[in-house]
């Protein structure tokens, strides 16, 4: 004991001796007995089990979490892995939805609207024009391009004329009440 006393090397938290046979935990060039290593948070021993150093002080994973860990902003759990980011708040891929239809917009193409996130299929149904020939959504999501002109809006595809069916994107047309036409198709044939 005298020996241990004089020479033996001492744990940094409390000062005391490494017994011979004891357990030696050395972090940051400190030395410590299993239980001295303890959470900077809840004060319990980390011992062997994993921790996580910051701002050179160790915590336990659970405390770490608690503490520090980014947690997704629709279910609070904490992100591991594989988040996304809309609008500056954290996401898990899979609770960052549609507001409408509730499918995973993480990786898919989507818009927002009073700051809530719409897939393009819901975006098209609930906010688009509607093209005055196909009917469908007009979103613009992938570039597309559409004419308008009054009230009606076409895609670029359906704009043609209504007899012919010649593109009249970028030409002149002619409308016939809710026809449109183009200028040969139009002309009055007396």
């Known amino acids: 004991d005298c020996h241990d006393e004089n020479f033996a090397s001492r744990c ?6 490494f017994k011979a046979g004891s357990k030696k935990l050395e972090w940051k060039g400190q030395a410590f007995h299993e239980e001295c290593f ?7 021993p980390i011992g ?3 921790f996580i150093p910051k701002e050179e002080l160790p915590y336990c994973t659970r405390c770490y979490d608690d503490r520090f860990a980014t947690r997704c902003n629709k279910c609070s759990q904490v992100i591991t892995s594989g988040g996304v980011t809309y609008k500056g708040e954290p996401f898990h891929r899979e609770c960052f939805n ?11 193409r989507f818009t927002s609207r009073d700051e809530r996130p719409f897939c ?6 609930l906010f688009a024009k509607k093209c005055a020939d196909c ?10 391009k559409f004419i308008s002109f009054e009230d009606r809006h ?4 359906c704009f043609v004329c209504r007899r012919c069916e010649t593109s009249l994107v970028g030409r002149g047309f002619i409308t016939e009440s809710e ?9 009055p044939s007396w």
């Open 12 to 17: 940094d938290a409390c000062g005391k001796v």
């Open 38 to 44: 303890i959470c900077a948070i809840c004060q319990e």
């Open 48 to 50: 062997t089990s994993s």
């Open 98 to 108: 549609c507001f409408e239809c509730g499918v995973s917009l993480a990786g898919q």
């Open 120 to 125: 393009a299929d819901c975006f098209g149904k």
């Open 135 to 144: 009917g469908q959504p007009i979103t613009g999501i992938g570039g597309t």
């Open 154 to 157: 076409w895609h670029n595809e």
């Open 179 to 187: 026809e449109i036409l183009c200028p040969d198709c139009g002309r």
